[in-house]
């Protein structure tokens, strides 16, 4: 069974530019994350779907950021304008709606804004 | 508010040794508890996942614990390796479940040959 994956590994952009984050959760899981990790501080929540529905999205920054999951599958979270503040590490992880709703964790996009 | 605290910071160790890292939370009222270990430049691979009902987990020479009254778990890591050595992070999630997991800063392992 495939794991998480995102898209791309790494991205480096200029301040002002826009960037789209990808991530693929495991086949069946409802409930997709998004969480980041900027320098030095601990991974912080983003925003949570169940299905193709926003659950929580009580951890983003702020309007430049926007996620969606159409159909309830894969997610895009898109930054525009960047900001230099906004580099670090984005991770994606998804969890069955049953259970013990342990979490999965992509690889992250390292993201730079110059 | 929920803040989850990991010590020590870092920790360096011979090969061998049996070792414990610690990790506090603010408010019991938690669902679950996960471990998580981060190679660098790599995603989290998670552990263990205590449930609030559980007292502790085991998988092979990693044992957690879970005393949810007095907000605190530790990993136990049994006859350390190198290859052990990676970020430990501890995380909860709070009653409901499904909802968002709050991370500590993480313990930076180093086992020496």
């Known amino acids: 069974e495939a794991g998480v994956t995102q898209f791309p590994s790494h991205s480096v952009i200029e301040k002002g530019q826009t960037v789209t984050l990808r991530c693929d959760p495991i086949s069946g899981h409802d409930n997709l994350y998004w969480y980041r990790r900027v320098m030095g501080k601990e991974i912080k929540f983003l925003l949570h779907?169940?299905?193709?529905?926003?659950?929580?999205e009580s951890g983003m920054p702020n309007n430049r950021f926007l996620a969606e999951r159409t159909g309830g599958t894969y997610s895009t979270l898109k930054v525009q304008p960047a900001e230099l503040e906004d580099s670090g590490v984005y991770f994606c992880a998804s969890s069955q709606i049953f259970g013990s709703y342990e979490q999965y964790f992509g690889p992250g996009t390292r993201l730079t804004v110059t | 508010k929920q803040e989850v605290t990991q010590i020590p910071a870092a920790l360096s160790v011979p090969e061998g040794e049996n070792l414990v890292l610690n990790c506090s939370f603010t408010d019991s009222a938690i669902y679950n508890l996960q471990w998580f270990r981060q190679d660098p430049g790599k995603g989290l691979t998670s552990l263990l996942l205590?449930?609030?009902?559980?007292r502790e987990q085991t998988s092979g020479r990693l044992n957690a614990s879970l005393d949810k009254s007095s907000g605190r778990s530790t990993l136990y890591i049994a006859a350390s390796q190198p290859g052990d050595s990676a970020t430990y992070l501890c995380?909860?999630?709070?009653?409901?479940?499904?909802?968002?997991?709050?991370f500590g800063a993480g313990t930076r392992l180093a086992v020496h040959p």
């Open positions: 995380a909860v999630t709070l009653s409901g479940g499904y909802n968002k997991l709050i």
């Open positions: 779907f169940v299905k193709e529905s926003k659950q929580d």
């Open positions: 205590i449930q609030s009902s559980q």
